[in-house]
């Protein structure tokens, strides 16, 4: 009913109490929308938001949505938290409830792609990218050649130049062995002893792969002196 809404709206314009328009998201215009999502963080609870979303991206079929699963991923990584008044652990547990076993036909794996595409192109690459690369993966192993395509193209873009994604970038790497070898070692031979250092177990499956026949003639010596350099020393004998 067109008074109720006015009444909703009304209310949220005077308060910003995402509870008066969380039932009816899918009734705003984009603008409402846009000021109506990042408060959706803060006060609304996780079932909350989990309710609210899913009302406002599941659409009839053949239906035109206001909003796409990927450009709430991408509004919520890009969010400026003082405009907004947020903090920071409100907007993760928000794309927590997202990335929820719940959720995943709602913001499937398309969708996730989707938006990790446009955070990864971004510069600069939003906060809380990597996060969700790595919720990707556990949420969606099949996206496992994508996401490593994504680390390919952050090392193109000198990602140890990024000292908080950079932590991300390892703690992936980490998460997605051995699938993600291949790319850790197109790292520069410099950048990749400094990053063998903080993940020493990384060593044994690069040595792995490295030694692999197709693998050795297609990494660079300079890599491969830095493997060796940064072998264990062999164990005593008892």
């Given at each position: 009913p067109e008074a109720l809404l006015a009444t909703a709206r009304g209310a949220f314009k005077r308060t910003r109490d995402a509870r008066y328009v969380a039932p009816v998201l899918h009734a705003l215009s984009r603008e409402e929308l846009d000021e109506a999502l990042p408060r959706l963080c803060d006060g609304v609870g996780e079932a909350g938001v989990r309710a609210a979303l899913t009302k406002l991206l599941r659409v009839p079929e053949g239906a035109e949505p206001l909003i796409s699963a990927a450009d709430v991923i991408v509004l919520y990584h890009t969010l400026d938290?003082?405009?907004?008044?947020?903090?920071?652990?409100?907007?993760?547990?928000?794309?927590?409830?997202?990335?929820?076993?719940?959720?995943?036909?709602?913001?499937?794996?398309?969708?996730?792609?989707?938006?990790?595409?446009r955070l990864v192109a971004m510069d600069p690459v939003p906060l809380?990218?990597?996060?969700?690369?790595?919720q990707a993966l556990q949420s969606f192993p099949k996206l496992s050649a994508f996401a490593m395509d994504l680390l390919g193209r952050l090392i193109a873009r000198q990602v140890w130049r990024m000292p908080k994604l950079w932590e991300g970038f390892l703690r992936c790497v980490q998460q997605a062995s051995p699938q993600s070898i291949p790319v850790f070692l197109q790292l520069p031979p410099q950048v990749l002893a400094e990053a063998l250092k903080k993940l020493p177990g990384l060593h044994a499956p690069c040595s792995r792969?490295?030694?692999?026949?197709?693998?050795?003639?297609t990494i660079p010596r300079a890599t491969l002196d830095v493997l060796r350099q940064a072998a264990p020393p062999p164990r005593a004998p008892r």
């Open positions: 938290l003082a405009k907004h008044s947020l903090s920071l652990k409100k907007v993760v547990e928000t794309l927590n409830v997202c990335a929820s076993a719940p959720m995943r036909e709602v913001f499937d794996s398309q969708s996730v792609a989707a938006a990790l595409q809380l990218t990597m996060r969700t690369v790595m792969y490295a030694a692999m026949p197709n693998a050795s003639q």
